[in-house]
């Protein structure tokens, strides 16, 4: 809720730098403190630009991103530009790397993952280079890097440090992964060794099973078939977890064994693998596993996973389960998110339903949490959902209200939400009507 207001607060900040009275606006003067604050003003600024994500002061994190002799300062602003996968300081930062001494290590990492994160094809050089830096820190961003950066070409220079017994064996696992990430699939034979080994390290052998699911080979089947087997929980839960990559005909039955297994990881990443809508064998146990196991995060992953499937038995029980009064509101609006991503249509006159019956509440906690992810979902369907709930005495289904009017151009929103910015009896509401004027 603080970042869902201060979003609403910062958002509200007008382009003009003056207001009608000729007081500085609040875009400027948070402009001026990003520009000319001390570093703690500016930390908090740089820290409200990024929860309300407030693209029109990107240009000035630049000239501050670039200027400022602040590490702390730095490092947030390329947090933010990463967050968003901002692309317009590559070029500041790519000068930056090459400057910034190996001391200043917390740097290098933040200008890589930016880099990384905006897939730069001007850093790989430097990235060849950093895997072998003695910093280890260093070296284990440059391997998250290359490993993310979907170029085959680094994948051989992954393996080889892998296959290299000089290489320090604490990078080892990272390099793992990022084999996988890249998918690469001459590491397979190498990856296969290590998970197969029982006397390897366990977190090494943990990252394979997960790096042999992401390549995908069928021939690695067998090898997750074994863990099972073999009883480590651990283990078991990485080997569930890369089933999911394959064809569900191949290891569907597998995954419903790993459901009844006793470590809750296991039965979570079992029913996650599930999530797939061949998996039609496992609906049955996916449904008994969301309304009777005792640990809440797996029937909500159950749920999720059902939601994914989306047989006929599968979205008539999420009806159910979501229309049911009794029912937690986690369980609720769990129910109700994987039914609009996956099957708005067939759940609208449910949804209809369920807001008739607690209009008349007091507590529209049901509503709100309806409201909430109704506002981010663009449908035909919705308008007279939005037409209706921003009638409702609770100023935050209001505000969903007014958002999921604009998202999906209600009828005469336009009006609507300009009548709203004046005469709403909750500033709050009188914000979110105000930004949303702005965009039109």
Same mark, same amino acid.
């Given at each position: 809720?603080?970042?869902?207001?201060?979003?609403?607060?910062?958002?509200?900040?007008?382009?003009?730098?003056?207001?009608?009275?000729?007081?500085?606006?609040?875009?400027?003067?948070?402009?001026?403190?990003?520009?000319?604050?001390?570093?703690?003003?500016?930390?908090?600024?740089?820290?409200?630009?990024?929860?309300?994500?407030?693209?029109?002061?990107?240009?000035?994190?630049?000239?501050?991103?670039?200027?400022?002799?602040?590490?702390?300062?730095?490092?947030?602003?390329?947090?933010?530009?990463?967050?968003?996968?901002?692309?317009?300081?590559?070029? =500041?930062?790519?000068?930056?790397?090459?400057?910034?001494?190996?001391?200043?290590?917390?740097?290098?990492?933040?200008?890589?993952k930016y880099l990384s994160e905006i897939k730069s094809?001007?850093?790989?050089?430097?990235?060849?280079?950093?895997?072998?830096?003695?910093?280890?820190?260093?070296?284990?961003?440059?391997?998250?890097?290359?490993?993310?950066?979907e170029s085959q070409e680094n994948g051989q220079l992954l393996l080889d440090r892998l296959q290299d017994e000089e290489y320090p064996d604490k990078l080892k696992p990272e390099l793992i992964l990022a084999l996988g990430e890249l998918a690469y699939k001459p590491a397979l034979e190498e990856l296969t060794k290590i998970a197969q080994n029982r006397e390897a390290e366990r977190v090494w052998r943990m990252y394979a099973c997960d790096s042999l699911g992401k390549i995908g080979d069928n021939e690695s089947i067998q090898v997750f078939k074994d863990i099972f087997s073999e009883g480590n929980a651990l283990l078991t839960i990485y080997a569930a977890s890369a089933l999911s990559n394959y064809a569900m005909s191949e290891v569907e039955d597998l995954l419903i064994q790993g459901l009844k297994n006793s470590n809750v990881r296991v039965r979570i990443a079992a029913a996650r693998g599930l999530a797939n809508k061949e998996a039609t064998k496992a609906v049955k146990v996916l449904i008994y596993k969301a309304r009777r196991d005792p640990e809440k995060k797996v029937k909500l992953q159950a749920?999720?996973?059902?939601?994914?499937?989306?047989?006929?038995?599968?979205?008539?029980?999420?009806?159910?389960?979501?229309?049911d009064k009794k029912q937690s509101p986690d369980v609720m609006e769990t129910a109700l998110s994987t039914l609009v991503d996956n099957h708005l249509n067939s759940s609208l006159s449910t949804i209809k339903e369920v807001i008739d019956r607690e209009w008349p509440e007091k507590d529209q906690k049901t509503i709100e949490l309806i409201g909430k992810k109704l506002?981010?979902?663009?449908?035909?369907?919705?308008?007279?959902?939005?037409?209706? =709930?921003?009638?409702?005495?609770?100023?935050?289904?209001?505000?969903?209200?007014?958002r999921g009017m604009e998202n999906n151009r209600t009828t005469g929103y336009k009006e609507i939400?300009?009548?709203?910015?004046?005469?709403?009896?909750?500033?709050?509401?009188?914000?979110?009507?105000?930004?949303?004027?702005?965009?039109?």
């Open positions: 809720m603080r970042i869902f207001l201060c979003f609403i607060f910062i958002s509200l900040l007008p382009c003009n730098s003056f207001s009608d009275e000729g007081e500085q606006s609040p875009l400027e003067s948070l402009r001026e403190t990003l520009l000319y604050g001390i570093e703690s003003e500016v930390l908090e600024a740089v820290k409200n630009v990024r929860e309300s994500r407030e693209e029109r002061l990107n240009e000035d994190l630049e000239t501050l991103l670039e200027e400022t002799v602040s590490v702390a300062v730095r490092s947030a602003v390329l947090d933010y530009f990463t967050a968003t996968e901002y692309r317009g300081a590559e070029e =500041i930062a790519l000068n930056l790397l090459e400057q910034t001494e190996v001391e200043n290590a917390g740097l290098i990492i933040d200008l890589i094809d001007k850093i790989a050089e430097y990235l060849a280079e950093a895997i072998d830096e003695q910093n280890s820190s260093i070296s284990l961003a440059a391997i998250k890097a290359l490993g993310s950066s749920i999720e996973s059902l939601g994914q499937i989306g047989s006929n038995e599968a979205v008539d029980f999420l009806l159910e389960l979501f229309s506002s981010q979902t663009e449908h035909g369907g919705l308008k007279d959902i939005f037409t209706q =709930i921003y009638e409702s005495t609770n100023f935050i289904v209001r505000i969903y209200a007014i939400i300009k009548s709203i910015s004046t005469e709403d009896p909750h500033p709050a509401v009188r914000k979110a009507a105000l930004l949303l004027l702005e965009r039109f």
